[in-house]
């Protein structure tokens, strides 16, 4: 587990004395832990300090040096007997390895920190907690706050005042504290959690504050450690695979329209980012006007700048036109983005040229037929149809080799892969993609 406190000086906070009265060691987990944007300084829980010893870590130097927290017991128990070692600064991706957990703290204070800040990476809160107290109560412990100049260590007047007159002596009043400063605090943090609250809907838990600490601990560890049901299994995270001309486009729209996810079109994406004139938009635009593929480096950027947004953390997405190798599923799991479900569509090339070579639009309005399924209601409107240089047979064929030769290894990167007859009414490919998203995953028969 991971502590944040508040302080470059070790304040580790309450609940971080809590810990260490309690058997617990907390130590910065880096040199650069300390982020003065946040003013929040990361700190972490050794469960075994005989074992931090010998790890080629900052930590590890430290504790061989003997310079950390002298005195300690070589054995200090554990508080989650599976986790393991957080290693990273306040502002670089978190590394985990085998079970592991953090508690974050004085890192939210606005909605805007809700957004992630690091490609890849994006806190999720299973277990928010809100400590609540009476603003009364919250002044007059701010007014006792005393800090040992020395050590760092917090004291307080009334709750926690050191017995040793030589500590007493040295005590100071840290700055930021009056009563002026604390209430403008407050009147921040009010405005501010009325927007951040709703973030995290169902899960939420606000804890009365105004307590024993022993009391306030003992709900938020009871609380983190219940398993939390909601209506869904998980967060969806849906890909759709399949040739050109599948349907992936109309089945992404009623999955985000009937469940709530973000439809992804990484097609869509990167004409988005040419329109907004952004740094990525002006790199692609060169591509377009030179009718060449937009290197995978470059869509990996927009698509992962687009996928770790508040509302594909929250709500899920379904993703469709990417990753179109190997290569790229590669590149998109490396990253951190693996979807949960996959579905391939499947359906035969007489039926993929059918859809798409007959499919025509109207320069004049902009509406779009198919001479088939939708025929233009007029002969006036069928005169001036055109087709799009991209559906023509020769172009459909081209394309559907070049599907046909990456399909098989798609399909065992991602098993295991729903596959689905998309040959059908749209309506009844949606039952099958329900069904397969609210239901477990099948098991294999040996």
């Avoid at 700048?305 to 799991?333: I, S, T």
């Amino acid at each position: 587990s991971s502590w944040k406190g508040d302080e470059p000086s070790g304040n580790k906070g309450i609940g971080g004395v809590f810990l260490e009265k309690r058997g617990f060691t907390l130590t910065p987990v880096s040199p650069c832990a300390w982020n003065p944007t946040s003013r929040s300084f990361l700190w972490e829980i050794i469960p075994n300090v005989a074992e931090a010893v010998q790890t080629e870590t900052w930590v590890g130097s430290k504790l061989r040096q003997r310079r950390l927290f002298p005195g300690h017991p070589p054995s200090l128990g554990a508080l989650c007997p599976e986790s393991t070692r957080l290693c990273a600064g306040a502002e670089r991706p978190l590394e985990l390895t085998g079970r592991a957990g953090w508690w974050w703290f004085n890192v939210v204070y606005t909605p805007k920190d809700l957004l992630p800040t690091t490609p890849g990476f994006t806190p999720c809160l299973l277990c928010p907690v809100v400590l609540s107290a009476p603003d009364t109560v919250l002044i007059e412990r701010n007014l006792g706050k005393r800090v040992d100049p020395l050590t760092g260590e917090v004291y307080h007047t009334t709750f926690d005042w050191p017995p040793q007159p030589e500590i007493q002596n040295r005590l100071l009043v840290p700055a930021g504290i009056s009563e002026g400063e604390t209430a403008r605090k407050l009147l921040e943090f009010h405005r501010n959690i009325v927007r951040i609250a709703p973030s995290y809907p169902k899960i939420l838990r606000v804890i009365p504050a105004d307590q024993p600490c022993v009391d306030v601990f003992c709900q938020a560890l009871t609380y983190v450690q219940t398993i939390h049901r909601s209506n869904a299994p998980f967060t969806p995270r849906v890909l759709l695979l399949g040739p050109m001309g599948s349907g992936k486009s109309l089945q992404a729209a009623l999955l985000a329209q009937k469940y709530g996810l973000v439809n992804v079109c990484c097609g869509q994406l990167l004409k988005e980012a040419v329109a907004d004139k952004s740094k990525y938009g002006k790199v692609i635009l060169s591509f377009f006007e030179k009718e060449i593929a937009v290197p995978d480096s470059i869509i990996m950027k927009v698509l992962g700048r687009r996928l770790d947004q508040q509302d594909c953390v929250e709500r899920g997405w379904v993703l469709h036109g990417f990753p179109r190798d190997l290569d790229q599923a590669h590149m998109l799991n490396s990253l951190g983005y693996k979807p949960n479900r996959v579905f391939f569509l499947n359906v035969p090339f007489d039926s993929i040229l059918e859809r798409l070579t007959l499919r025509r639009t109207d320069p004049v309005t902009g509406e779009r037929y198919h001479l088939m399924y939708k025929p233009p209601p007029t002969v006036e409107i069928q005169a001036r149809l055109l087709q799009n240089p991209k559906d023509t047979e020769e172009q459909v064929k081209l394309k559907m080799d070049l599907f046909c030769r990456t399909s098989a290894e798609l399909e065992q990167f991602y098993q295991p892969v729903l596959p689905l007859n998309g040959d059908q009414d749209p309506y009844t490919v949606f039952e099958y993609l329900e069904s397969g998203i609210i239901n477990p995953l099948p098991n294999k028969v040996p």
